[in-house]
């Protein structure tokens, strides 16, 4: 692989690399090869290019927020702590789904994208605090390996439940523009 295709292929591995999804290599009939974030068709010869596994060093965090967090970066704002919450969660239905759903996330992602957008200032909290970003990180980790060693009938209620809850609920947050608030 030449110099150029090393750099092409490493600038669209680094925005997957912080959400621990794969990249789908698919090499179609013809003999193309196309990288994308989304499952090969039917018709195309899939690999999945996965982002190296966190280092050793950094532990999966056990709860989002803990005792003796360091203060210059701990989010203190019971409201700004609920929301983070909100954010992880589906933050990482979404990326688990996109990962093991087909066409899950070329059908959700404008509402995905929509939502990041007009998220803008949770999602700039959530960027702030790295426990909350390598808690997705592993959440997500956990529900690929999960998904990788599922039943077809398990696959087949995930994608189920994808498609019929959590992509029509990122649709919702989507339009509606704030986050739900947990009860």
């Given at each position: 692989?030449?110099?150029?295709?090393?750099?092409i292929?490493?600038?669209?591995?680094?925005?997957?690399?912080?959400?621990?999804?794969?990249?789908?290599?698919?090499?179609?009939?013809?003999?193309?090869?196309?990288?994308?974030d989304?499952?090969?068709?039917?018709?195309?010869?899939?690999?999945?290019?996965?982002?190296?596994?966190?280092?050793?060093?950094?532990?999966?965090?056990?709860?989002?927020?803990?005792?003796?967090?360091?203060?210059?970066?701990?989010?203190s704002?019971?409201?700004?702590?609920?929301?983070?919450?909100?954010?992880?969660?589906?933050?990482?239905?979404y990326?688990?789904?996109?990962?093991?759903?087909?066409?899950?996330?070329?059908?959700?992602?404008?509402?995905?994208?929509?939502?990041?957008?007009?998220?803008?200032?949770?999602?700039?909290?959530?960027e702030?605090?790295?426990?909350?970003?390598?808690?997705?990180?592993?959440?997500?980790?956990?529900?690929?390996d999960?998904?990788d060693?599922?039943?077809?009938?398990?696959?087949?209620?995930?994608?189920?439940i994808?498609?019929?809850?959590?992509?029509?609920?990122?649709?919702?947050?989507?339009?509606?523009?704030?986050?739900?608030?947990?009860?």
């Amino acid at each position: 692989m030449g110099v150029r295709a090393v750099a092409i292929l490493a600038t669209c591995l680094c925005p997957l690399a912080g959400f621990g999804q794969g990249l789908f290599k698919c090499t179609t009939k013809q003999g193309r090869t196309v990288y994308q974030d989304s499952k090969c068709d039917e018709e195309s010869r899939q690999s999945v290019l996965k982002p190296p596994a966190p280092p050793a060093s950094e532990p999966c965090p056990t709860a989002l927020f803990a005792e003796g967090e360091d203060p210059r970066t701990a989010v203190s704002d019971p409201e700004a702590r609920k929301e983070i919450g909100v954010l992880v969660d589906m933050l990482v239905n979404y990326e688990g789904c996109s990962a093991a759903v087909p066409g899950f996330a070329s059908r959700f992602q404008g509402a995905y994208r929509q939502w990041h957008e007009r998220s803008r200032d949770a999602f700039a909290r959530y960027e702030a605090y790295p426990t909350a970003r390598r808690m997705v990180e592993c959440r997500v980790a956990e529900e690929r390996d999960r998904a990788d060693a599922g039943t077809a009938e398990g696959k087949e209620y995930k994608a189920k439940i994808c498609m019929e809850m959590i992509g029509p609920g990122i649709e919702r947050v989507a339009r509606e523009g704030a986050l739900p608030r947990p009860q």
